[in-house]
């Protein structure tokens, strides 16, 4: 069973560009999150998206957007990159939800964004 | 608002000690709570849930709504243990998971 990998594994950008982090997910599972977690500090909700939809966001503006394929594989969009924007960014996935109860999310590597 | 704080960034007991790293949470509704680790250059993992209500590792957590507290122990440390530990709110209404700012413990030998 593959786990969930996410490309590439490091982006140096400047400020103003853009960005565009990859996530497949792991085999079988359908739902994917997105979480930037800044040096010091815990995973933050960016939002998950589900059959291709998003499908719940955390406190993070509209230059942060994202993408599910058919195949359940995922895109994180920036724009107007800033400085605050570097941070290790976090994919996970989960399989498909049965019950109320949470869906254990499977996290991948991470990719790690400096903004100059 | 919804918050999960860990009053401690660092940790450190020698081997054999017993540990206990804090979590606090706020949430008006019915709290599920985690806590999840990541070892040396590792992926996040979790490690235990509190509706499981089993020990993993040696470590167990219980939840108190009472403290709206979450303390995740461990009786005797051992050097494996040596991780960074996020306790983590899911919230069901927003399919957000809420993570705290971690606490590094350093088990010396």
């Known amino acids: 069973e593959t786990g969930v990998t996410q490309s590439p594994t490091h982006l140096i950008k400047t400020r103003g560009q853009q960005v565009t982090l990859r996530c497949s997910s792991q085999s079988g599972h359908n739902t994917v999150s997105w979480y930037q977690q800044a040096l010091g500090q815990g995973p933050q909700f960016i939002f998950q998206y589900y059959r291709e939809e998003e499908n719940g966001r955390g406190n993070f503006p509209p230059r942060f957007s994202g993408l599910q394929f058919p195949n359940y594989s995922s895109e994180l969009n920036v724009n107007a990159l800033e400085l605050d924007d570097s941070a290790l960014y976090l994919c996970?996935?989960?399989?498909?939800?049965?019950?109320?109860?949470?869906?254990?999310?499977?996290f991948g590597p991470g990719t790690r964004l400096t903004v100059l | 608002a919804q918050r999960v704080t860990q009053p401690e960034k660092l940790l450190s007991v020698f081997k054999g000690a017993p540990v206990e790293l804090k979590c606090n949470y706020s949430?008006?509704?019915?709290?599920?709570l985690f806590w999840y680790v990541q070892y040396s250059r590792q992926r996040l993992q979790l490690l235990l849930r509190?509706?499981s209500r089993e020990s993993i590792k040696g470590f167990t957590a219980d939840l108190n709504k009472g403290e709206t507290s979450f303390h995740l122990k461990k009786p005797f440390a051992q050097e494996e243990d040596s991780a960074m530990y996020y306790c983590a709110l899911w919230m069901d209404s927003s399919y957000k998971l809420i993570f705290g700012s971690g606490t590094r413990l350093l088990v010396r030998p």
């Open positions: 996970a996935s989960s399989p498909p939800k049965q019950g109320i109860f949470y869906n254990e999310q499977f």
């Open positions: 949430y008006s509704g019915s709290p599920e």
């Open positions: 509190h509706i």
